[in-house]
């Protein structure tokens, strides 16, 4: 069945550092792929998205690409600040009818000043 | 308000008891979504709306375990005869439905019910 695997968290950077988490999906057909954020105390948030082979989403400094040929969907920023301390999820939805996201079981990042 | 309503935030009960989820999603969004989120784990699809017709409750883990939308506004998810692997984080979500009928991914949560079973 279709699924995502993250890296474990914790993930511990100082201000200004260079931001990687991994994520990688299995699924049938043509899955669109996202990225959201829960802040502390706040529910999910929709951080970015891609929905075909080789497309970009980006907010907020924040990339990733959609990678089919290695099932990956990374994501990435340049200089991470205290502010994006929170925990993020990959999640993936079928390409078919369906209208379920499937997530990851989320990263935390903490950014030390 | 603005933003997807949950209540209670909290909720603390003993095993056996009921115990019914409110969730008041964003004005006009269509669809509506019930996720369930153990403790250091993601969201785990229960079940979900459109208008106040269920379109899928495949997530749903047993029989004791229910929703409605019957106006197609606000839901209520019933949990029955509650157990302690029950406990966990109830998440809401809402969304528009795109003119094909398919979500385009953009869920917008609320913060959740934590429901802890003696």
């Known amino acids: ?113 | 308000g603005a933003g997807v309503s949950q209540s209670p935030r909290y909720k603390v009960t003993k095993r056996g008891q009921d115990v019914a989820l409110r969730c008041d999603p964003i004005s006009g969004h269509v669809s509506l979504y019930w996720y369930r989120q153990a403790l250091g784990q993601g969201p785990e699809f229960l079940t979900y709306f459109n208008y106040e017709a269920q379109q899928d409750k495949s997530g749903l883990p047993n029989d004791r375990f229910s929703a409605e939308r019957p106006e197609g506004s606000i839901s209520t998810l019933t949990i029955q005869r509650t157990e302690q692997r029950d406990s966990a984080m109830y998440r809401c979500a809402s969304s528009l439905r795109s003119s094909g009928g398919r979500n385009t991914g953009e869920l917008f949560f609320g913060e959740g019910s934590r429901l802890t079973v003696l």
């Open chain 1, 1 to 113: 069945g279709n699924s995502v695997t993250q890296m474990e968290g914790p993930v511990t950077l100082s201000e200004e550092a260079f931001l990687t988490i991994n994520c990688t999906y299995t699924a049938t057909g043509y899955p669109s792929l996202f990225w959201y954020v829960q802040y502390p105390g706040e529910g999910l948030q929709l951080l970015l998205k891609a929905t075909k082979a080789d497309d970009k989403g980006s907010n907020k400094g924040f990339e990733a690409t959609y990678r089919k040929e290695t099932t990956s969907f990374h994501l990435e920023k340049g200089s991470v600040q205290v502010s994006d301390s929170a925990v993020y999820f990959c999640a993936l939805k079928s390409g078919g009818a369906t209208n379920k996201l499937i997530f990851g079981t989320g990263t935390l990042l903490a950014v030390q000043p």
